[in-house]
Each structure stands twice: as C-alpha cells, then as structure tokens.
C-alpha cells in the first residue's frame, strides 16, 4: 500500500510548491471539508481535508501564494456548501436569472478572501496563529456587511455531541476545535494526523452525548407547527392563493385544541391592514387558541416583514417587525438606484424592499409566556438572539423562527437553515419552534434534538409538546467575550513562539 501511494504523494508535492496548482488542490480539500456540514454530515472527512491544507500552506513560498492557498480553500468550501444560493434567482428566472453567476461568484469569492487574509497573515508562522486569525476572522464575518455567519467550519459538529460545547463557546469554540484538532495532530506528527482528531472526537461523543429526548412532561404545551407548502413559484399567484388559505386554515382546525399555533413567514398573502376577514377566519380555525404568524405590514410608504400573535379572540396581542434584513433579497442597498438597472429585492414585494424593525425583542404569547420572534434569516446570529435574551427577567420560554425556506431549493440550503436553529438551541438552552412554509418545520428542544418535524416538501401539521427550558448557559450569558479573550492569548503565545523559534534558528 504505501508503495502503490508513493506516485500519488510525489505528485501532491510536485504540484503543492507551485502557487497555483497548489490553490487548486487547497480548492478540493475545501470541497471536501464542506461535505461536514448538512445535509451531507460527513464531518470526518472535514478534519483530514483541513490537514491537507494546513500542510499545503507550508509550501507557499510568499504571502501571495499563502493566500491563493486559503482563499482556494474557501472557494472550494462555499463553492459547495453555499450552492443552493442560486435558487432563489430561478424562482422568477426570466427577470432574476441572470444574476445568479454572479450572485455565487461574488458571494462564494468575498466570502474566501476572509480565509486567505489568514492564511496570508500567518504565512511562514506556526499554525497556531493561523488558527487563532481563523476564528476570529470568522467571528468577524459574522459582523461585516451585515454579516454572514453561514457554513462556518464548527458547523461540521451541529449533528455530533461535540454541539453541546456550543453552550459554552458557540459556534466560534466549535471552530476552534474543528481547526485546532487537525492542526495540533500535525504538531505532533504526520502520523498522528488522523488518529488524534478521530480519538478526541470519539471521547468528545461518549462524554457530551445528550442521548435521546425525554419523554415529554405532564401537562406540557401542545404547539402546532403549520406547514402549508405553499411553492415559491406559485406563493403569490392569484389562482393558488385561495387553495393555499384554505390549507392554512384546515391544518389549523384539525384535531383538538393546542395550546398555541404557528403559522410560517408571511403565511398570508394580504397586508395586514387588509387581512382582517382573513384573521378572523384564523381565530375560529384556532378554536381559541393565539395564533403566531408571519405577516407583511404597511405603516406609510414603509413596509415590513412582521410577525403577530393574535389572541383567542382573533385580536392582534403583539407586533415584531423583521430587524436584520436579507442584503439584495429583502432590500438593495441604493435600491432606488438599482432599479434603473433591473435589480430588485428578491423577496421585497414594493419599492426598494422592506424597513428594518428596531431589533429582536421578546412577546408576550397568551398561555405561553415570552416568546422570542426570528423571521427567517434571524436565525443564524447568534450574536443578536443573545441581546434579544441577555435579560433574565425577560428570558424567554421559547424561540419561534417562523421562515420561508421555499427560496432555497431542496438539496441543502434548508437542511442548513435547520442544523443552524439546532445550534440556536443548544447556546440557549432553550426550545424553538421553528415554522417553514416548505419545511424542514421542527420542535427542537434545549438541547437541539429535534422532537418532531414535518419534512421537506410535506403539506401538514404536527402537534408537539413544548421542551423544557434549560438555564441560561456561559454562551448565553457572556456571549463572544471569552472566546475573543482565549483567541487573543492563543495569537500572542503562537506569536511568542515563533518569535523564539526565529531566534535559535538565527542563533
């Protein structure tokens, strides 16, 4: 064996010492390392491909080739794990399909640059620093633009026990570990670099390991989570609207009475001033019990993606308008501007798009208690949902992502969107119940096990107990400070020993 893999070994190095056959490479093992994350979950093919890469980088003669090496990496990486953002364009392909090459292109390339200024900042350095500018550069992605926190490398874990360190670190520890283990198991030595990762990854699934869901409490609240499955294409088209009502409202009036019912984003296809028959009908369907649901509102010229929670009685209880908006999807950045040239908000049903609400707060749910609103892409920032229940007299019961994930296909797009709401759950130690128009609809508990769900493409409504919450933990509590504290020190000790090494080199 290891002579039949000689050849193989000689070519990877002939190639790794020129700049950009060895980017290209980098760009297969980033394509590989993404194949960890949903809805492939082969998570133990990302920590050898993060190895090859942190041995490619050695050979990078200059900070140029160092950052062909990483930014490769990352294009290989989103190229794959972000491919489903090609859909929504194909949703209205005659007005919007043209920019889709350009949408991944640009959104899959900006994106990598993040990962070859660390590389590039940490060329001819130890892969300790490289690690640590890693992490934080993908902390920082989180922020920039409007941020987008989206297939980070700890997401491999979501679907492994190793998730349940989120409730310490997030998502930036989970990154640290799975860019940490491949790196440390090359410290010690070529042949540790898959033993070490696979042992601690091993240990890590016998000790973290939730195990199972309970068995629901005595007298816990019965949620119902309402999939009508309403088709982008067809969402808004004057033939179907009446058959995907009717749905909403069926699904509604099934069975007995739950205790709460949700109902997804933008559930119904009138603005709010003009959906009062449409509430109504809702109520009587509810039997009494709130409806939550996702709505579009007008106030003036400005529009909003909102969410109400109407009570027992069909009144309108609570309001939360949509804060963090989808850049080139809900509105365009000079869209007035943009208009001129054809380019729309994708999902923004007037003007330049929809108005930003004042930021994630709680809402009071009759017979519920708090509940935390997140209007699909709010999901994902971790960051915002632990402002929104830093409080704890205002701690919410649950979270409820009510989102439309009809705009990104079937492969893995919405697969991604639900492992995310899973790592929500286990940094709150809180339920969610999260409510998709297509699906994935899921009940996930404060651990992120998912308790029920109604599938991709599913036309239903399940009834599922409401999780217990759990106490508000470090990640919760303290958010990203101690992680930027552990990274700072982790870059000055790498900085500190590279320093030292240089010095008995040059002795």
């Known amino acids: 064996m290891h002579d039949a893999l000689r050849p193989a070994r000689r070519a990877v190095r002939h190639h790794a010492t020129r700049p950009l056959p060895r980017a290209g490479l980098a760009g297969f093992a980033g394509v590989l390392a993404a194949l960890g994350l949903a809805p492939w979950g082969l998570w133990w093919l990302t ?139 090359l410290a010690i030595g070529a042949r540790a670099a898959l033993p070490i990762p696979a042992l601690a990854c091993l240990a890590a699934w016998i000790v973290l390991d939730p195990g199972p869901a309970p068995a629901p409490r005595p007298g816990a609240p019965v949620v119902r989570l309402v999939q009508p499955n309403a088709v982008q294409a067809l969402k808004w088209d004057p033939d179907w609207l009446p058959v995907f009502h009717q749905r909403l409202m069926s699904l509604t009036g099934q069975g007995d009475v739950p205790d709460l019912v949700i109902w997804p984003e933008t559930a119904l296809p009138w603005l709010l001033d003009q959906s009062g028959d449409a509430l109504a009908e809702g109520a009587a369907a509810a039997r009494g019990a709130p409806v939550m649901l996702g709505i579009q509102r007008r106030e003036a010229a400005r529009y909003y993606n909102s969410a109400i929670v109407m009570d027992g009685a069909g009144e309108i209880a609570a309001l939360y308008d949509k804060a963090h908006l989808v850049p080139f999807g809900e509105y365009v950045p000079f869209g007035e501007w943009a208009a001129r040239f054809g380019i729309h908000g994708l999902a923004a049903s007037e003007g330049g798009g929809y108005t930003p609400g004042p930021g994630l707060h709680p809402v009071a749910v009759p017979g519920i208690g708090l509940a935390l609103p997140l209007i699909c892409y709010e999901g994902i920032f971790a960051r915002e949902v632990n402002a929104a229940t830093a409080t704890e007299a205002l701690r919410p019961r649950l979270m409820v992502l009510m989102t439309n994930d009809a705009w990104f296909g079937t492969v893995s797009g919405p697969y991604q969107h639900l492992a995310l709401a899973r790592l929500r759950a286990i940094e709150q130690r809180m339920p969610m119940a999260r409510v998709a128009n297509t699906g994935v609809s899921a009940m996930i508990d404060a651990r992120g096990r998912v308790t029920a769900r109604l599938g991709l493409g599913e036309t239903g409504a399940i009834d599922a107990p409401l999780p217990p919450r759990g106490a508000a933990p470090a990640y919760a509590r303290l958010g990203d400070a101690p992680m930027l504290a552990v990274l700072a020190l982790l870059g000055l000790a790498a900085m500190r020993r590279n320093r030292l090494d240089r010095g008995r080199a040059g002795a």
């Open 47 to 185: 920590l050898p491909a993060l190895a090859l890469v942190l041995v490619l980088r050695r050979h990078a003669a200059t900070r140029r080739g160092a950052f062909l090496t990483g930014w490769g990496f990352g294009a290989g990486w989103f190229g794959l794990a972000l491919s489903w953002v090609v859909e929504p364009f194909f949703v209205d392909a005659a007005r919007d399909g043209w920019m889709a090459p350009f949408a991944v292109v640009l959104l899959c390339g900006g994106l990598a640059v993040f990962w070859g200024v660390a590389f590039a900042a940490a060329h001819r350095r130890g892969d300790a620093l490289l690690v640590a500018l890693w992490v934080a550069l993908e902390m920082a992605r989180g922020v920039v633009f409007t941020g987008f926190p989206w297939a980070m490398p700890g997401h491999v874990f979501i679907d492994t026990p190793v998730a349940q360190l989120a409730a310490l670190g997030g998502a930036p520890l989970l990154s640290l570990i799975a860019l940490g283990l491949p790196a440390a198991a």
